[in-house]
Every structure is written in C-alpha cells, then in structure tokens.
C-alpha cells in the first residue's frame, strides 16, 4: 500500500485528509477541555471517538460495497469491483478506492462479506445501513456530506 517513503500524503485525497485531521482534533480538544487528568475513562473515550471517526470515514467510503455483492445460481457472493470503484461519483475518492482495493486490508473484508453465510450485523453493518437509508438517490457517494458533517459526531 506505502509505495515509498513519504506518500502517505497522496493516498488520501486531500479533502478527506482534512476532515479526518480536523475531527481527530476536535475530538482531542474535547477530551482536553473535559478534564486535565488522564484516567482510563478519558482515554477510553478518546478511543472510542477515533473509533468513531474511522468508522464514519469507511463508512462513507467503502459503505456502499454491499450494492455490489452480486449471487450466481449456485448461491456464492462475488463482489464487483469495478461497478463498485465506478459508483462513486468523486475523482480523488476513485483514485483512493482503486489503490485501496489493492490492500490486505479490502481483500480481507470483501472475503469475508462474499463467504459469510448469515447476514449479521455487527457495528459497521449497523452504521452502513443507516448511511444508505440517509442517502439520497442522487448522491451517489455521500462524500460531500461527509466532509461536512465529519466532525460534529
């Protein structure tokens, strides 16, 4: 995924880079206006509200995957990538998705969700269905939302 040193800069496009900054901030100007003393609750907190924030920002990205879970006659999922990657209505985010699906990480999830025999819905499946019921029909990505709305959760 890291092609070379330094590149971290170019993987994310730069206004999703900005909103993932600016809500790890907020969230941490939060957690320092609470309280100045560093218990295990505040530090759970604070883990549970970068959690949030990384939540939100698959979600938003990656969220949509399950429109392109397709099954054969046989009852096997297999995931399209393309019409998946294409969906997005966003340059910047296509070009992430295209270097993203390429990872360990994306493969691993997409396995996962093509051999999974029941349906259950853990935190991140909960969270993509109530992002799909909110988006409009013509918003293809949500990305627009998403930045806006980013840090105030």
Known sequence: FLCQM???DTLLPRKLQ???EQALERKNELINQDSDSDSDDECNTLNGLVSEVF???FVETVGHYSLFLTQNEKGERAFQREAFRKSVASKSIRRFLEVFMESQMFAGFIQ??????????GL???RVEQYLEE????EQSGVNKFLRGLGEE
């Open 6 to 8: 330094d590149d971290e």
């Open 18 to 20: 900005a909103a993932l």
């Open 55 to 57: 939540i939100r920002f």
């Open 112 to 121: 996962d969700r093509e051999l999974r025999k029941c349906r259950a819905k």
């Open 124 to 126: 991140f499946e909960q």
């Open 135 to 138: 988006l409009p029909d013509t």
